[in-house]
């Protein structure tokens, strides 16, 4: 089976099936990011600055006849594929008391997990730098449910999410308040594959490289002003068209070149930037002298990220763990080991309760199949798995602690 590129790609062979770090050139990654974004090409876009698509504040009216707002979904879906892969809309949210009032329930919520000695890990910045709220959505909805009613009925949320998932998404929700002085993130790539180690990512095959990003939406609602020097978000637009670029940017050259190249764009309180998760992209540097630069990190997934049936995978373990000690220490070899456990355990970090599993030490927290592998090499006995089984199921639950 030869593997399709995106729109726009170069430098694919079409025999590659998994990608490696030796598929990665970046005199290829370059020809593609500097392409340009034409204003003609997006006809309901305000404005191109610095590569970026610009949408402004009177996209809600027009998206208001049904006609209309299919054809603004097909541009936005070309932004996201063929364009620069990044879309800002310029007071997304018209009326900011509705941020305000957010923006105060967030600080509550700090409030409290400061107040409960709680640090917030991060996946690309140093632990306890910068103020996080995982799982921001259901926590707000808790604590100010018509807060939450009143800025999740914003119609550009709608608009993108359903253009880029179709219906029946899901949406999460992670604040992030950068504070002055904090550094800026290492330029990534996002979740799925973007969570991911290098050795990691190169065990899956190039198609599912290639489909992981029409799988989530990554957006950010701004919710103070940000100016350049409060380091609002890094982007390399059209990055996201490189079709190696999960391997790529682990690679130091590329790193360097985003460093080099990147655009950054000052927001007002109330606008919204999306893009696809696979775009080059990182928070930046907080140089100013008193900005907490707050954004609502939303991401949004499909809803045919799930499996059929319901399965009681933690129950599987507990039952499975004592005939895979004895097949163990009888010669099973670990491919049999290893093909068991994929077929039983969640093998996946995600999703998980953040608060209480956080990837400190790694960009993901311990999945359950390699927590029984790390217990079968280490030789924990019946009850010590089952211990530190239970506390990784109680860790990944939703709810409070």
């Given at each position: 089976m030869s593997t399709t590129a995106q729109p726009g790609t170069v430098g694919l062979r079409h025999d590659v099936q998994w990608f490696s770090a030796a598929d990665c050139r970046l005199d290829d990654f370059v020809r593609i990011v500097e392409a340009e974004t034409r204003r003609e090409d997006y006809p309901f876009a305000a404005g191109v600055e610095r590569n970026v698509l610009i949408y402004g504040p009177d996209l809600q009216h027009r998206a208001a006849n049904p006609a209309v707002r299919r054809e603004i979904q097909a541009e936005l879906v070309r932004a996201l594929t063929e364009g620069p892969g990044i879309v800002v809309f310029k007071r997304a949210f018209a009326d900011t008391a509705v941020v305000d009032r957010a923006t105060e329930a967030f600080n509550r919520l700090?409030?409290?997990?400061?107040?409960?000695?709680?640090?917030?890990?991060?996946?690309?910045?140093?632990?306890?730098?910068?103020?996080?709220?995982?799982?921001?959505?259901?926590?707000?909805?808790?604590?100010?449910?018509?807060?939450?009613?009143?800025?999740?009925?914003?119609?550009?949320?709608?608009?993108?999410?359903?253009?880029?998932?179709?219906?029946?998404?899901?949406?999460?929700?992670?604040?992030?308040?950068?504070?002055?002085?904090?550094?800026?993130?290492?330029?990534?790539?996002?979740?799925?594959?973007?969570?991911?180690?290098?050795?990691?990512?190169?065990?899956?095959?190039?198609?599912?490289?290639?489909?992981?990003?029409?799988?989530?939406?990554?957006?950010?609602?701004?919710?103070?002003?940000?100016?350049?020097?409060?380091?609002?978000?890094?982007?390399?637009?059209?990055?996201?068209?490189?079709?190696?670029?999960?391997?790529?940017?682990?690679?130091?050259?590329?790193?360097?070149?985003?460093?080099?190249h990147y655009v950054q764009l000052p927001l007002e309180k109330g606008d919204a930037a999306f893009f696809n998760p696979a775009l080059f992209h990182g928070a930046g540097h907080n140089r100013s002298a008193g900005i907490r630069r707050m954004a609502n990190l939303l991401q949004v997934s499909s809803a045919f990220g799930r499996a059929m049936e319901t399965v009681d995978r933690t129950g599987m373990c507990r039952a499975l763990y004592p005939v895979l000690r004895q097949r163990l220490a009888a010669g099973a070899g670990p491919e049999w080991i290893r093909n068991v456990v994929a077929a039983a355990a969640e093998g996946y970090a995600f999703p998980t309760n953040l608060d209480r599993d956080q990837p400190i030490g790694g960009i993901a927290p311990e999945s359950q199949a390699a927590l029984v592998l790390r217990a079968l090499e280490s030789g924990l006995d019946d009850a010590a798995f089952e211990t530190e089984l239970s506390a990784q199921q109680q860790r990944r639950g939703s709810g409070a602690a």
């Open positions: 700090i409030e409290d997990q400061r107040a409960a000695g709680t640090a917030g890990g991060d996946h690309f910045a140093k632990p306890g730098a910068n103020d996080r709220v995982w799982g921001a959505l259901d926590k707000l909805a808790v604590a100010a449910p018509g807060v939450f009613a009143d800025y999740y009925a914003n119609d550009v949320l709608a608009l993108i999410s359903q253009a880029w998932l179709g219906p029946n998404y899901q949406v999460t929700s992670q604040v992030n308040v950068v504070n002055p002085g904090g550094a800026a993130q290492t330029a990534h790539r996002d979740y799925h594959l973007g969570f991911m180690g290098l050795e990691e990512a190169q065990a899956y095959p190039a198609h599912v490289h290639l489909l992981s990003p029409a799988l989530t939406l990554q957006g950010a609602v701004a919710h103070c002003d940000m100016p350049v020097e409060s380091g609002p978000t890094l982007y390399l637009p059209h990055s996201h068209k490189y079709p190696a670029g999960y391997i790529a940017f682990h690679r130091p050259e590329f790193t360097e070149y985003f460093e080099q």
